[in-house]
Nanobody, 117 residues
Framework: VQLVESGGGLVQPGGSLKLSCAAS????????MKWHRQAPGKERELVARISIFGGRTNYADSVKGRFTISRDNTKNTVYLQMNSLKPEDTAVYYCNAQGVISNDNYWGQGTQVTVSS
């Protein structure tokens, strides 16, 4: 099983980044997909989640209207488009798969996002 995040980096406040998470080794199409983040000294928090066919999405209040989660089941990939980034969005972002049928739970290694001028 692999979840490989990419797309992180350094961006100025107000900028945008798009994270990708490529999945393999499990049934992606029957897994709810989530993005979490963990800032230094803080607990890991759920940022966004998307249902198996993409028909339902949920966001943390802190990112509503700025972040968009999406998925492509033909590519086994989930995305997080992040706009209007703020310094407080600085964190390691983790991809997470939760099986709807199997209840398996998988995590990626994380990708660093730094918002700074």
């Amino acid at each position: 099983v692999q979840l490989v995040e990419s797309g992180g980096g350094l961006v100025q406040p107000g900028g945008s980044l798009k994270l990708s998470c490529a999945a393999s080794g499990f049934t992606f199409s029957t897994s709810d997909m989530k993005w979490h983040r963990q800032a230094p000294g803080k607990e890991r928090e759920l940022v966004a989640r998307i249902s198996i066919f993409g028909g339902r999405t949920n966001y943390a209040d802190s990112v509503k209207g700025r972040f968009t989660i999406s998925r492509d089941n033909t590519k086994n990939t989930v995305y997080l488009q992040m706009n209007s980034l703020k310094p407080e969005d600085t964190a390691v972002y983790y991809c997470n798969a939760q099986g709807v049928i199997s209840n398996d739970n998988y995590w990626g290694q994380g990708t660093q996002v730094t918002v700074s001028s």
